[in-house]
């Protein structure tokens, strides 16, 4: 999520338009995004598995599989993405100002899309296998490199060129490129835990369609949560620019916030599909609960410090004081929601990574049209909460779905799953 941020700080410097065009942009990046995200899903899942049993060679066979699927996928994905930037956006009916500037960086992250994909199946496979480390440092890098590049492109400093929020676009494919490289080196030359070769290379048509069936209700799910973004965001725009772009800020430091609720739920699920892979599914359950209650802890501190600070984090992308205003605002009604959230990301990688995909997809679609969205659309109409109302409609979906996904977690009936 660093990536995003980045842009956003340098290109909040250019106005609100150019921060609600980069956070429309974003979020119909993602939700193409989320399209792939069900293979990393399906890949961690089996690769998991096949670790915890100790078959490195069908684990290795299901990571080739997968990389027959990224091609395909993130190539096809790209040539719609490049055609219909400013059709995608218009369509949320957002204003021709936001359109100019989001139209450029959206069809060049789309581009970009081939290099992200490798780039998250080198990180999936390795954290499958049980090494975590290596992808993190392969992001620590690259991240670096992207911080250090992004204001040159964005301003025009030094010999390049002033591509504005273009240049947020580039650097972050270039970025996302160098990552991709680097973790294929580690793959295969076996400085990582489970070493990828193309030996005895071929299309499985049988493990392509396991890889699939465990893929698509994830990546339903993950397409549903950025679909409901696009949804929130399209009751954001009748209230402004400023309240888009504070909405764009407040969702970026969400999933910023998010990211150990991430970490940890991976790290879980992992464990999840290692312990079930070895005959050891009280283990896989423990896991599961530990994590869940380590990051309570941890988010109870990120939302005090949130809670006092919630000007000083939106003065990092603008200096608008209306902005800055209703961007707070935003924050502190969403740490009423942060005390669950992590929880739920914990519950759901579990779940998933157990090959268990299909309830988190019901979850989800539930959840968001039953509740989040339909509160939405009324909480501004009928409360007198405006603007406001479609945030406390986020928080009350969050809380929602934590319940759900504790409640079936703890029934332990993942643990039965096949993949």
Not at 329 to 350: C, D, E, K, P, S
Not at 353 to 373: E, H, K, R, S, Y
Request: glycine letters at 12%.
């Amino acid at each position: 999520m660093l990536g995003p941020t980045i842009d956003m700080m340098w290109v909040g410097k250019l106005g609100s338009s150019s921060i609600a065009g980069v956070g429309v942009s974003g979020m119909i990046v993602m939700l193409a995004n989320a399209l792939t995200m069900g293979l990393y899903t399906g890949l961690r899942a089996m690769v998991a598995r096949f670790v915890g049993a100790g078959n490195s060679e069908e684990a290795n066979h299901v990571a080739q599989q997968a990389l027959i699927i990224s091609i395909a996928f993130s190539i096809t994905i790209a040539a719609i993405g490049v055609l219909f930037a400013e059709h995608l956006m218009l369509l949320l009916g957002v204003g021709p100002d936001v359109v100019s500037q989001g139209a450029p960086y959206l069809r060049i992250n789309f581009i970009g899309m081939v290099t992200m994909s490798f780039r998250n199946l080198t990180e999936a496979v390795m954290q499958a296998s049980g090494d975590s480390v290596r992808p993190m440092w392969v992001a620590v890098f690259f991240r670096l490199f992207h911080i250090a590049l992004c204001p040159f492109l964005v301003f025009g400093l030094w010999i390049f060129p002033r591509l504005g929020v273009s240049g947020a676009a580039v650097t972050s494919v270039f970025s996302q490129g160098l990552g991709a490289a680097i973790g294929l080196w580690f793959l295969f030359s076996g400085r990582t835990r489970l070493r990828l070769t193309l030996k005895n290379f071929r299309i499985d048509l049988n493990m392509i369609w396991r890889l699939i069936k465990i893929g698509i209700p994830a990546s339903i799910t993950a397409m549903e949560r950025n679909l409901g973004n696009l949804i929130l965001m399209f009751f954001m725009t009748p209230f402004g620019t400023v309240a888009v772009a504070g909405h764009t800020l407040g969702q970026r430091m969400e999933m910023f916030l998010q990211m150990p609720a991430m970490g940890l739920g991976q790290g879980a699920g992992i464990l999840v599909g290692q312990n079930l892979g070895a005959g050891q599914p009280g283990r896989a359950e423990k896991t599961g609960w530990f994590a869940a209650g380590f990051l309570s802890a941890v988010m109870i501190v990120a939302s005090l410090a949130v809670l006092i600070w919630a000007e000083s984090i939106i003065h990092l992308f603008s200096s608008d004081p209306e902005l800055i205003s209703m961007g707070a605002a935003f924050l502190r009604i969403a740490t009423a929601g942060y005390l669950t959230v992590g929880l739920a990301a914990v519950f759901q990688q579990a779940i998933n990574t157990a090959g268990d995909t299909l309830v988190p997809m019901a979850i989800m679609l539930l959840n968001m049209w039953l509740v989040q969205i339909p509160l939405a659309y009324f909480l501004p109409r009928i409360t007198g909460l405006g603007v406001y109302g479609v945030r406390w409609a986020i928080v009350a979906g969050t809380v929602t779905a934590t319940i759900v996904y504790a409640a079936y977690f703890a029934s332990g009936r993942w643990k039965r799953k096949k993949v």
